[in-house]
Every structure is written in structure tokens, then in C-alpha cells.
């Protein structure tokens, strides 16, 4: 048994060396990774349903829930959304703290109409508690 074993040792030696030396390159050049750091958070403006342009300054004093998606997203969206919706409901009254925010990644195909179209689903599901979800 010991003598089987012996190629799949070695197989995964070379395995575990080779992605020990992929894990040291990208360590390598992480410093140049570094160099540029991210922001989270900020000012922002956005395109609302009915082409009123939305600043972080209406959302003040909100905790923002903001959701990345596309209204021809097949699965994942509108589990996603539904699940949130679910969530607000969930918190009550409390959810008038929260404020959903669902930005599309496909601005070619949804325009403020169609958005205004999907989201307004979202908003008048009775979970939901008519929460505004521009």
C-alpha cells in the first residue's frame, strides 16, 4: 500500500511547491497593489427611476443597503432582493433606519423607466413595508 501512495506524495508535493511559488509572486508584487489604496464610502450621485438625480445627502442619518445588480439578472437579483425585503420586514419599525439602494451594472439596458418598472415590484411586495427603493 505504501508503494501506491508514493506518486500521489509526489504529485502532491509538486502541486502544494507550485502554488507556494504562485503565493509568493503575488506576494512579491502586492507592494505595487498597495501603493494605490481604495476608498470605501463617499459622496455619490445617481440616477433615480423617475431621472431625479439622488446624492448620499438624502440617505443621512440612514444605514444604506446598497445592492449591485441588473433587472435581467435571473437568479441571484431577485433572491437577493427578495431576501431583503424579507429582512425589512423582519426589523419592523426599525426598518425606517434602513435604506435600500439597488444600483444596476448594466445602465444600457436599464434605463431610470425599466428600473423604475423593476424596482417598484420590490417596493409593493407586502413584506416590504413600502420602502423606497430609489
Not at 506576494?27 to 446624492?55: C, E, K, Q, R, Y
Amino acid at each position: 500500500m505504501e508503494g501506491r501512495n508514493d506518486p500521489h506524495r509526489a504529485a502532491t508535493f509538486h502541486r502544494a511547491f507550485f502554488y507556494g511559488l504562485v503565493c509568493a509572486a503575488v506576494f512579491v508584487t502586492m507592494p505595487a497593489f498597495a501603493a494605490s489604496p481604495a476608498t470605501v464610502g463617499g459622496p455619490f450621485n445617481l440616477i433615480a427611476p423617475d431621472g431625479a438625480v439622488v446624492t448620499d445627502a438624502r440617505f443621512r442619518g440612514k444605514w444604506m443597503l446598497v445592492f449591485f445588480g441588473y433587472t435581467y439578472c435571473p437568479d441571484l437579483c431577485p433572491t437577493t432582493l427578495s431576501e431583503i425585503a424579507i429582512a425589512l420586514d423582519r426589523l419592523g419599525p426599525e426598518a425606517a433606519k434602513v435604506q435600500p439602494i439597488f444600483i444596476t451594472v448594466d445602465p444600457e439596458r436599464d434605463t431610470p423607466e425599466v428600473m423604475g418598472q423593476y424596482t417598484g415590484y420590490w417596493r409593493h411586495r407586502p413584506a416590504n413595508l413600502g420602502i423606497d427603493w430609489r
